[in-house]
């Protein structure tokens, strides 16, 4: 008996040691230089490992015996895929990866399973966290520019972007592609309380980097979204020390520190890693407020690895103060930007006079944050679990808890009646034609007296003080097939957004100048009594305009395979899911609050809630079927083709409660997508081309203007549209550090139906059908020249945006604007592992002045192209960067 067991003693350690396999090495380019961070993975399994600062990889592969193959991966290098017999002898390999082209970039997003880009039957583009850093990018517009198919509008500053996706009509922002960290969104609902996920975090050097996916599939997976999916990938830790820091200087005052560090906790044995990124920055530009951008953002997961899988904690906290640019009057003729005053162009209407403006309100005094720009608070926690439960079979699963105190401050430029530059002796014969005397003054004092032929202009500001709440989580069960031909993918996503949405406004007096002094005003009316028109600057203390609290649930299921056959990939996927949502619309009303009998009836009175709610519930079920097939017809062409029905759950405020009815007519958008093409590349090229449809209807507009000096909903619309593309993309090296790239799409859209209701009248009326989408360009391009020599590196960059109409009456259609970029650097290596990178990069070369939209609070009426002054939204102005990036 003593024999027996230990005879099985010795056979169950000799099967624990052949179990267990060490595979290490190093992972360099052809030139013998390390490559940091390169994925080392065991496919079909969730066993791998990261290079570390010099190339080096480390790890043990648990269970797992036989042939298996090893993958090496990185963005901008060849895949390669390596056979390894795994039976407990130790492995050290010396890998070697070919510079390769975007194509052969792994892709994580909108799929189960690892593959490249050129695998993918649906059109997705990538960027490094390396190109993104070497960018100085301070908005999505910047790193999205040249994704072919989006047209990306910055002009607004850091934050809010515009992205239009494919000719789908929207306001812009994210309305039809999410923003995610690490597969999850930043906000599990649109439109609650924003639509502009970027509010709610930054970009910085702690992400591997990010994936743009478009197409159908992206639908299936995750939040889901009918159009793609932004998704950011963290770096997490590894066995050995990585640390980065990048400070970056700026003309017009900007100064900002990212960092990044990560690595093992604990002893050379531990399965505990750690990543940890941020930055501190303040900025007081690119346009002058006379307020200032500044703010941290930090970042960090702790990762903890364990015999058949992982755990991964990520958080975040912000506290960020962002200055946002609106659109401001122009000349009608040139629509360039006009003289101010002081003889200089003006570029933007935000007074730093307004900083801690407050006024009485029946509730209290109120305090306008309009000093904070768009201001953010809070961060999220996101729980990571991946497990191998055999072979074959994966359980992953994520969940998620966001909290956010977020504040949006919009200075609508040139709003008033008489909001367009005028000087102040024809302001006041408008507003007054029947005074006998007036007094005028900057404020600060008499001594500040207006001379007569100074312009003044109109303004509208706009708090929207909007905190949220989000409760997400996806889980989901993997099974490969033993035949290695299916990955079957069945999984949930659920959610829950609790949001305000509280807006105060408030009407301002101010000259025309950049970062304008506030106009004091007071006449002497025909009676002989005196009329205080304007005080501290402001003619209109308004208050309250909205009151609403919202929350919405969703619910859904999806199913997917994932088949690799000889020469083909297919796709398929079902999903459906529930939502349900209440809004609370909270009542107002207006009350005397200030007594002085010489201020106006506008000064006097403030609107403020009157403590009454009524309640509206949302709710509808919906389903989406994706298909996607791709084709090996040579070793350097795939060809491929995808559709997919989806569906759109549409923002909650087009839905506004009815007093005495609770339910709404709530239904989701459809929306149909249609792509084929083919890809292809070799070792000098690479590149795609691709037609594509895409239909929408029953989509939920609601238009915007300004009426009776405050913004309010005018409309609700109920649109289709339609949209047929051509796409390509393409990157020639001409020898191994000489590349040119480029993309170009063409599309033709229109609103095919259009039924629209003006809130304010009551009427329906049917406009629009046949015209071209909003802010939608028919043709978009790029165009960039690349060298690095791991040395010495430089980029330049075109951009072009074709014209489009700035609204969908096609009344005024916008010139095409073009933006270049000039990027270069040099890289002193200190040491075997240690490096430092001096660069330059300057944002609009040729500083153009092109606008990226005109007023979008012009109503349905329209925007008008022949007036005296045309109300735009310029590009951002020239702006140079220079950099320091230190690897140790």
Known sequence: MKKLTTTLLLLFCCFSMFAQTEISGTVKDKAGLPIPNANILIINSNVGASTDFDGNFSFTVPELTGSKELQVSYIG???????????????TLDIILQEGNNLDEIVLTASSTFRSQKQAPLSISSKGIKEITRLSANSQADILRDVPGITAEGGGGETATNLFVRGL??????????????????MSTFGLNSS??????RPDVGFKGVEFVRGGSAVLYGAGSVAGIINYTSKTGDSNDENLINVEWGNDGRLKTDFYTGGQLGSEDSNTYYAFTGFVRKDDGPIETGLTTKGVQFRGNI???????????HGQYINDRAQFYLPLPLD??????LNGNDGEEVSQLLSGE????????PGGVYESPIEDGVYTKGGYLLADFNYNLNDNLKFKSKVKYANYQHNFALYVGGSGDYGNPITINDYVAAIAPDNTAFSATYQGGAGNQINGNDLVVENLHVDRLRPMTDYSGEASFILNSDDGIHTYTAGTFLARTEAEDVNYQYRVLSEFNNNPQLVNLSYTDAGGNNVIYSEGGLYNRIGMTANNYLTQSRTAFYLTDEMVFDRWRFDVGFRIESTTGTFRKGGLETTQVYEDADLT????????ADGTFTTGEIKDTDWALSLAGLYKLTDATNLYANFSKGYFFPQQRGFGPTPGIRDTNYEAETILQGEMGAKFGTDKFSGSVAAYYVGLSDRIRIDQAISGGQLVDQARSEQSTQTLGLEATGRYKFTEHLNVSGTLTYQDHEITTNQTEDLVNGTTSTINEGNEIARQPNLLGNLGLNYDNKVFDASFAVNHTGKKFTDDTNNVELDAITIARLGAGYTIQTNEDTSLRFGLSVFNLFDSSGITEGNPRAGIAGQSGDGEFFVGRPILPRRMFLTATFNF
């Open 169 to 186: 009509p929207s306001g812009g922002q994210y309305v039809f592609n999410p923003l995610q960290y690490d597969g999850m969104p930043l």
């Open 303 to 313: 990762k903890q690895k364990f015999e058949n899988g992982s755990f991964t904690v």
């Open 77 to 91: 290098y060849t895949t390669l895929i390596k056979k390894v017999d795994l039976n407990g002898t130790p492995l």
């Open 601 to 608: 009836t506008n000064l006097q009175n403030v609107q403020f």
């Open 354 to 361: 307004l900083a801690n403006t407050s006024f009485l309100t």
């Open 196 to 201: 502009a996920h970027d509010v709610y975090a």
């Open 332 to 337: 009608g003729a040139s629509r360039e930007r």
